[in-house]
């Protein structure tokens, strides 16, 4: 059964740091990987998609990469704001490129001004 | 930009009683999903549902859920006699066709109170 963990629960910075965000995922037959914002109170919002033949994606200040045989992805995020805070969950599909998600339990982000 | 949206936003129903939540896809999307999110704890699968049947289930969704796909656009999850554990966030999600289009977009949720 796949299980997916985010360590350390929660994450403090000042502004302008570069920070990293881990996940890690215990059957490397991965799909594809997720990586979704979420503010309190509200939905998922996609952030980034990196399928399993890739080994990182980017979108702006963020860049999300791809270790399948260690089981680990990690999401960059340059130059943080404060508008970054939220908590960020990745998520992995390991049946099919279109079957269930499995979630982490999310990092929650705060980056103080 | 497409969006799946989903109504309503919130719902609070007494124990025992039926509650329908509602979602409306991106209109292109053929897998469609629900998942819960009970406070504080990890989003949770569903089911699933693609070519107008279930494809996969959590032992969490027994037989008093069900989802449906009644018009062509709208996906419908129906919680039969609700328990106060059925308190959570809902969320819908849809996904493209194909191995190239497997990105998941999920509404803003229907938060459920059971009382």
């Known amino acids: 059964k796949q299980e997916v963990t985010q360590i350390p629960a929660a994450l403090s910075v000042p502004e302008g740091e570069n920070l990293v965000l881990n996940c890690s995922f215990t059957?490397?037959?991965?799909?594809?990987l997720q990586w979704f914002r979420q503010d309190p109170g509200k939905g998922l919002t996609s952030l980034l998609l990196i399928q399993s033949s890739q080994r990182e994606q980017t979108s702006g200040r963020l860049n999300a990469s791809l270790d399948k045989s260690s089981g680990r992805s990690t999401l960059y995020i340059a130059a943080s704001q404060p508008g970054d805070s939220a908590t960020y969950l990745c998520?992995?599909?390991?049946?099919?490129?279109?079957?269930?998600?499995?979630f982490g339990k999310g990092i929650t982000l705060s980056v103080r001004p | 930009e497409p969006e799946v949206t989903q109504t309503p936003s919130h719902q609070v129903t007494q124990m025992g009683q039926e509650v329908i939540l509602r979602c409306v896809p991106i209109?292109?999307?053929?897998?469609f999903y629900w998942y819960r999110q009970i406070l504080g704890q990890k989003v949770e699968f569903l089911v699933s549902f693609y070519n107008n049947e279930i494809s996969e289930k959590s032992e969490i969704f027994d037989d008093q859920f069900s989802v449906e796909r009644p018009d062509g656009s709208n996906f419908t999850l129906k919680i039969r006699s609700t328990k106060l554990e059925d308190s959570a966030m809902y969320f819908c999600a849809s996904r493209g066709q194909g191995t190239m289009n497997t990105e998941a977009f999920f509404g803003q949720g229907t938060r459920l109170t059971v009382v």
């Open positions: 209109s292109n999307h053929l897998y």
């Open positions: 998520a992995v599909s390991s049946t099919g490129a279109n079957s269930k998600l499995t």
């Open positions: 059957d490397s037959a991965i799909y594809n």
